[in-house]
């Protein structure tokens, strides 16, 4: 496929055969000349030629470089100032304050043309893996990524999703300090080592999915900011600063700049969909809000191979997952954090943060299997408001749900994953809530395994910045009981350690070795009864049943699968107890976390056949093949649940 012959880029220095055509958007200048630059074996980059650009439009300059090449370097200097880097470059190879490198993206030899993408935009065949390419391999780059591709696709996952990826200041960090919003962090690799594991990835049948940043620009290094400071909002604020200027003054070509920006990593790499970082940070007045403009956008920009937009969005709002013909926005899917947060207190005890908006209840976590979001227009005490809309009519599969993700796991004063915080059994248990669950799971690299290492909080700021940065994360975390003593403050990692970032490397012997091994011998199981239970047409909601509200075991019903899941067990020093099972569970157990393949320590789940009932001394699960399709719903006590237990004082329910 060509590229540029088949999409015209706004922005960027975009070659041709006998030269170099650049623009730019610099509101801030009156004149704007380009330089090029060429390497030399020795010594720094030579200037070859500058060329003043035309203006085009108000604040948009252009012109067209005889002689320019792929490969030569070049800066923009504005109204003869010091020349700075292009905002929209494709290639930062000595970092974001130094000069791009012209890129031909035609030059790559794409070998993905039977690829069709993920095909089904309700995302119902889906399982993402979420991952951070400078942690995920020992490499830390994108060859390393691809060189484990055969793994992740014989693991079971169908979608990649990548930390962000677009070069930042410094050589780590997670990618949301991005600033170079074109360029492919060059600690990662070249633009085309990007391409080789797209196209790597097609091939294997993964997609990619890439996490894009656009409700900030990082603190460092956003040379957009000095080009045209109106791609910052006067009026609108968010958790980093100035938000973005959707709806101001200007905001036509700030909106322009960020979709020509998406339609770059559909045209020039290949991608499979975007997962929008925080969403509810973007502020957008104007009539049409830019996640729906971005979604049409990136819509209708590859109708043969389908793109998929996912957004982060706390609110829980319905209309951002319904389609455009009802008034909706027309994603594909939200990450849904309320299935995470009432797990996690369920196994865990803890309410501190915005987990005292959960009891940890049976009934709670059947309601948000049911329903997508437990919260659904009921009054938030963490938010202290009234927090979420209906989503009747949503399929379940744009709901995406995890028990780990890099904001789960790396927003912990100390990284801990969920299994490093809870017994093994409580984990496999657990990890069967989530594969079987209707909704799209999505894993945290290292999950599959249950890897030792934390993901930690990690940056590579310059020494001032960093020092704020390192006091603000410690900071953070006072108002934690315990965290109240200072002297375990300063425990905390400091996320400008080296240490700090190498701690969060996965260690790719473990797979190897008991007891990780056995928990991806488990995974890999249930990813395979996922796949092959598959999706069972005209029905968007679950079989779920509560069967224990003290022991938390809940029956969960997929196609010819009954999952009966116990998420505590019973009380300390207790027994267990016989908890009858529904008819519909009667069949063959296909899966048991206590199988000694599957576990060190096996403590047998005891389950009898008349009367159908099953004994769980500790926190398990066990998958029975019931050899029947999916029964009629039925409106029973978990569809009728109302409001959940920790809505104690409902506001009025906002407006979808």
């Not at 000095?226 to 036509?252: E, T, Y």
């Amino acid at each position: 496929m060509s590229v540029t012959s088949s999409w015209t880029p706004w922005l960027g220095a975009v070659p041709d055969r006998d030269g170099v055509r650049f623009r730019t958007w610099a509101a801030a200048a009156e004149q704007v000349e380009v330089l090029i630059e060429r390497w030399r074996s020795v010594g720094p980059a030579q200037v070859l030629q500058t060329r003043r650009l035309d203006v085009e439009s108000r604040g948009v300059f252009s012109g067209r470089v005889e002689g320019a090449r792929a490969g030569d370097l070049y800066r923009y200097r504005l109204d003869g100032r010091d020349a700075m880097p292009d905002p929209a470059s494709r290639f930062q190879p000595l970092g974001v304050h130094g000069p791009s490198e012209i890129v031909d993206p035609d030059r790559f030899d794409w070998r993905d043309d039977s690829w069709r993408g993920l095909r089904d935009r309700t995302l119902a065949k889906a399982v993402f893996y979420e991952l951070h390419v400078g942690t995920f391999t020992p490499a830390g780059t994108f060859a390393g990524v691809e060189g484990r591709l055969p793994y992740l696709r014989d693991l079971g996952v169908t979608a990649i999703e990548l930390m962000p990826i677009a070069d930042f200041s410094g050589a780590r960090n997670w990618g949301y300090d991005g600033v170079a919003l074109f360029a492919p962090a060059r600690v990662y690799g070249r633009p085309d080592d990007l391409r080789r594991l797209v196209d790597a990835a097609h091939r294997l049948g993964l997609a990619i999915v890439l996490d894009v940043v656009y409700n900030h620009f990082g603190p460092d290094g956003a040379c957009a900011v000095a080009f045209s400071p109106k791609i910052l909002s006067s009026r609108h604020q968010n958790p980093w600063g100035a938000g973005i200027n959707f709806d101001g003054p200007d905001s036509a070509l700030a909106r322009r700049m960020l979709i020509d920006n998406a339609l770059h990593w559909l045209h020039e790499y290949h991608v499979d969909g975007f997962r929008l970082d925080a969403t509810h940070a973007m502020v957008d007045d104007s009539a049409t809000h830019f996640v729906a403009e971005l979604t049409a956008c990136v819509h209708a920009a590859r109708p043969d191979v389908p793109p998929v937009v996912v957004a982060e969005d706390s609110r829980n709002l319905g209309h951002m997952l319904r389609d455009p013909s009802a008034g909706g926005w027309g994603l594909e899917g939200a990450w849904a954090d309320d299935l995470h947060h009432v797990v996690h207190v369920t196994v865990t005890r803890e309410s501190d943060g915005y987990y005292q908006d959960y009891a940890g209840t049976a009934r709670e976590i059947a309601r948000t299997l049911e329903h997508g979001w437990l919260y659904t227009g009921q009054r938030s005490t963490f938010w202290d408001t009234a927090r979420g809309t209906d989503p009747s009519g949503i399929p379940l599969s744009r709901f995406v749900v995890s028990l780990q993700t890099h904001d789960q796991v790396g927003n912990r004063a100390c990284g801990e994953r969920l299994h490093h915080l809870i017994d093994a059994a409580s984990w496999r248990a657990a990890s069967v809530l989530l594969l079987l669950a209707p909704e799209t799971p999505l894993l945290f690299m290292g999950q599959e395994w249950a890897a030792s290492t934390p993901f930690l909080y990690f940056t590579d700021h310059n020494p001032a910045l960093g020092e704020q940065v390192t006091r603000g994360r410690r900071q953070e975390f006072t108002r934690f009981a315990r965290f109240a003593d200072p002297s375990a403050i300063d425990r905390i990692p400091d996320p400008q350690s080296p240490a700090t970032f190498d701690a969060s490397r996965l260690r790719w012997e473990e797979i190897d070795r008991e007891p990780h091994d056995r928990v991806l011998r488990f995974y890999r199981r249930l990813l395979a009864l996922r796949r092959e239970t598959g999706v069972v047409p005209g029905f968007s909601r679950a079989f779920v049943e509560v069967l224990d509200d003290r022991q938390i075991v809940i029956a969960l019903r997929r196609g010819g699968l009954a999952a009966i899941v116990c998420l505590r067990g019973p009380a300390e020093g207790g027994e267990g107890r016989s908890i009858a099972l529904p008819a519909w569970a009667a069949g063959t157990t296909s899966i048991d976390s206590e199988d000694p393949q599957l576990c060190l320590d096996p403590c047998p789940i005891v389950r009898t056949h008349t009367p159908p009932a099953i004994c769980f001394q500790r926190a398990g699960a066990i998958v029975i093949r019931t050899g029947s399709g999916l029964l009629p719903l039925r409106s029973g006590p978990a569809a009728a649940f109302g409001r959940p237990e920790t809505a104690r004082a409902a506001g009025p329910k906002p407006e979808d």
